[in-house]
């Protein structure tokens, strides 16, 4: 029931940001989904011994994320910056791992959602579509799986996954990319439409298992406790947090 109770609050609210609300309004918002996320991140993170990702982290994040334009290089600084950084550590075997989570971690949750906030400068339903793709596919995923669900996906990464669920969760996903994106965005062809949502959602599946890794890695079952009934904020964007990338690469690459 908690689980219900929270989406039905959630989605509409992320209908809302996503389509209609003011700019300020839906970049402050994913500002502070950002720095929940990456704290979780930071968390996790810990349990794996490695040092956390300190205020470098987020400030480095913040400012992937408002930058104005799209220049690479400033992910090479935080690289260089983060290992700059690392040489603090009084035991120098922790130095790789400290630079690599930082690095990792700020790219991860602040530079996935940046592709989100271009998506949406391109056209709002492309960023809903992004989304909305991954909540279908789950849900698909969800109850086929269980129904009949026989074959282990990655048992060792999340033994409630299948096989049968995760066809599932690709099938719904292009049935949803069908019916949406000739109606909302109909200047993209169908088959090159079908063909994105496809790719978007196997990215988002493994977004999802690579989170279980972590969360795995580091002994416990959700990354926070902020949602009930579905654990963190990162629980809740694992999926999205790859998908977005993808369809920000085909998006602005194909000029739709």
Not at 23 to 48: I, N, P
Not at 212 to 224: E, M, N, P, T
Not at 225 to 251: E, I, K, M, Q
Request: one cysteine or more; charged letters at 15%.
């Amino acid at each position: 029931m908690k689980r219900v109770l929270t989406a039905l609050l959630l989605i509409p609210t992320f209908c809302y940001l996503i389509l209609w609300a003011p700019q300020w309004g839906f970049l402050a918002t994913v500002a502070v989904v950002s720095v929940l996320c990456f704290r979780e991140y930071a968390e996790l993170a810990a349990l794996h011994e490695i040092a956390k990702p300190g205020l470098f982290g987020y400030a480095a994040g913040l400012l992937i994320l408002f930058l104005p334009g799209r220049d690479a290089a400033f992910f090479v600084l935080v690289a260089i910056l983060a290992m700059a950084l690392a040489l603090r550590s009084r035991d120098l075997t922790d130095a790789l791992p400290g630079a690599g989570a930082l690095v990792l971690g700020v790219l991860y949750v602040f530079g996935t959602l940046r592709c989100g906030i271009e998506l949406r400068a391109i056209q709002a339903y492309w960023l809903f579509f992004a989304l909305s793709l991954n909540w279908i596919g789950d849900i698909a995923a969800l109850y086929v799986g269980k129904m009949v669900g026989r074959h282990k996906l990655a048992p060792h990464v999340s033994p409630a996954k299948t096989w049968e669920g995760a066809a599932a969760s690709v099938v719904a996903s292009v049935i949803y990319g069908a019916v949406y994106l000739p109606r909302l965005l109909p200047e993209v062809p169908l088959a090159e439409a079908l063909g994105l949502t496809a790719a978007a959602n196997i990215a988002g599946q493994f977004g999802d298992l690579c989170e279980s890794a972590l969360k795995r890695g580091a002994g416990v079952k959700d990354s926070g406790t902020l949602l009930p009934g579905h654990g963190g904020w990162l629980d809740r964007v694992d999926s999205s947090l790859f998908a977005l990338p993808v369809v920000y690469f085909v998006v602005s690459n194909f000029h739709w």
